[in-house]
């Protein structure tokens, strides 16, 4: 289980704090049975899905529930299975190979700002900074590698950045139905499996 350990360090860059994150080795290697599957992970309880390439040519997934403590319902981190089973079976110390990852988080956030007498609504966009701002050890938020722009994915505000870290970052964060989603993935280049795959992903989210 030691090259694990790495594995988590490597995760955390991204979400500097998190406690209690139980990778499953043996979840990972259940998933890399065929070259390449498209795999759908639905889950109208949380109110999205996506897909991601999964097997031994593609990506191995590891899930994780985040602790009953914290704002964070869901994560999934899905690395190049080649990679990551070089890191498992790794006897020394090494460089944590770049992963994609989503992570689902309750927001419980204020909906409105009071300055003196004069309450004002915030709208989406405005709440999903504040959120960031204020987590910006999950989120590099004040940090980034370029200015966050708006988009939209499937539809649905979103914020798009990149940020620094043990790898390049690129960045989605949405705020929809009262959970925040956020979307990332490291890499070294954007001719990277784990760049050009993210952006299928992003393509591929649907919310309910």
Same mark, same amino acid.
Do not use: C
């Given at each position: +289980? %030691?090259?694990?350990?790495?594995?988590?360090?490597?995760?955390?860059? @991204?979400?500097?704090?998190?406690? !209690?994150?139980?990778?499953?080795?043996?979840?990972?290697?259940?998933?890399?049975?065929?070259?390449?599957?498209?795999?759908?992970?639905?889950?109208?309880?949380?109110?999205?899905?996506?897909?991601?390439? %999964? !097997?031994?040519?593609?990506?191995? +997934?590891?899930?994780?529930?985040?602790?009953?403590? !914290?704002? +964070? @319902?869901?994560?999934?981190?899905?690395?190049?299975?080649?990679?990551?089973?070089?890191?498992?079976?790794?006897?020394?110390?090494?460089?944590?190979?770049?992963?994609?990852?989503?992570?689902?988080?309750?927001?419980?956030?204020?909906?409105?700002?009071?300055? !003196?007498?004069?309450?004002?609504?915030?709208?989406?966009?405005?709440?999903?900074?504040?959120?960031?701002?204020?987590?910006?050890?999950?989120?590099?938020?004040?940090?980034?590698?370029?200015?966050?722009?708006?988009?939209?994915?499937?539809?649905?505000?979103?914020?798009?950045?990149?940020?620094?870290?043990?790898?390049?970052?690129?960045?989605?964060?949405?705020?929809?139905?009262?959970?925040?989603?956020?979307?990332?993935?490291?890499?070294?280049?954007?001719?990277? @499996?784990?760049?050009?795959?993210?952006?299928?992903?992003?393509?591929?989210?649907?919310?309910?």
């Amino acid at each position: +289980m %030691s090259t694990l350990k790495y594995l988590i360090l490597g995760v955390v860059v @991204l979400v500097v704090g998190i406690v !209690g994150f139980g990778l499953y080795g043996e979840y990972a290697k259940d998933q890399a049975v065929v070259a390449v599957a498209i795999e759908k992970i639905d889950r109208p309880d949380l109110g999205f899905s996506f897909t991601y390439p %999964s !097997g031994e040519e593609a990506f191995s +997934m590891i899930q994780s529930m985040a602790t009953s403590t !914290g704002s +964070m @319902l869901q994560a999934y981190v899905m690395m190049p299975t080649e990679e990551y089973f070089a890191l498992e079976e790794s006897k020394d110390a090494r460089e944590t190979p770049a992963a994609m990852s989503v992570f689902v988080f309750t927001d419980d956030q204020a909906t409105t700002t009071t300055t !003196g007498t004069t309450t004002v609504r915030l709208d989406r966009s405005e709440r999903l900074v504040n959120w960031a701002t204020a987590n910006d050890s999950f989120t590099s938020f004040t940090r980034p590698l370029s200015p966050p722009e708006q988009t939209e994915i499937d539809g649905v505000d979103a914020l798009h950045y990149r940020a620094d870290g043990l790898y390049p970052q690129d960045i989605y964060l949405v705020s929809y139905k009262n959970r925040i989603y956020m979307f990332v993935t490291q890499f070294n280049a954007e001719t990277d @499996l784990t760049y050009t795959t993210f952006q299928e992903l992003i393509a591929s989210v649907s919310f309910d």
